[in-house]
């Protein structure tokens, strides 16, 4: 990548770059390869190297709260899950029919015009099947 794009014109021309051009991106400001060919990961630490080089790496403190909050999203992401904002547009298509959710102050969510109680309510109104609202709209992964 040249050194003339800007850094948001690199970041935006990561994904269209070939894996052979990715790797000689990595080798350019990596000393090491990684032990996996993931396509995201590179993309991901190639953007992070970017950005760092030209803006500064994250202070010690920031990276220690950015830890704190990963490992407090990965126990919450096992336990129930978290209410969702007042206000929050859930998109989802299914059926090859795009379905739009609000999500209201007082926790309920309208659908088509309609107040549901809860996300599965509005999952189970548009499959006509029992469904975990959460993982339906993408909020949760299926369990292995």
Same mark, same amino acid.
């Given at each position: 990548?040249?050194?003339? %794009?800007?850094?948001?014109?690199?970041?935006? !021309?990561?994904?269209?770059?070939?894996?052979?051009?990715?790797?000689?991106?990595?080798? &350019?400001?990596?000393?090491?390869?990684?032990?996996?060919?993931? /396509?995201? =990961?590179?993309?991901?630490?190639? *953007? =992070?190297?970017?950005?760092? @080089?030209? =803006? $500064?790496?994250?202070?010690?403190?920031?990276?220690?709260?950015?830890? @704190?909050?990963?490992?407090?999203?990965?126990?919450?992401?096992?336990?129930? *899950?978290?209410? %969702?904002?007042?206000?929050?547009?859930?998109? /989802?298509?299914? $059926? $090859?029919?795009?379905?739009?959710?609000?999500? @209201? *102050?007082? $926790?309920?969510?309208? =659908?088509?015009?309609?107040?549901?109680?809860?996300?599965? *309510?509005?999952? !189970?109104?548009?499959?006509?099947? &029992?469904?975990?609202?959460?993982?339906?709209?993408?909020? /949760?992964?299926? &369990?292995?």
């Amino acid at each position: 990548m040249s050194h003339d %794009l800007s850094v948001a014109a690199q970041l935006a !021309r990561l994904p269209e770059l070939s894996m052979p051009d990715l790797w000689v991106l990595w080798d &350019r400001h990596f000393e090491q390869r990684p032990r996996h060919n993931n /396509r995201d =990961y590179l993309q991901s630490r190639l *953007a =992070y190297q970017i950005q760092a @080089k030209a =803006y $500064g790496e994250l202070s010690a403190a920031t990276k220690h709260a950015l830890e @704190k909050i990963g490992e407090a999203g990965t126990a919450t992401s096992r336990s129930r *899950a978290q209410p %969702l904002s007042p206000g929050l547009t859930l998109v /989802r298509e299914h $059926g $090859g029919v795009e379905h739009r959710v609000l999500v @209201k *102050a007082d $926790g309920t969510c309208e =659908y088509s015009g309609r107040t549901y109680r809860s996300l599965s *309510a509005v999952a !189970r109104a548009i499959t006509g099947t &029992r469904w975990n609202g959460h993982r339906f709209f993408g909020l /949760r992964q299926a &369990r292995r």
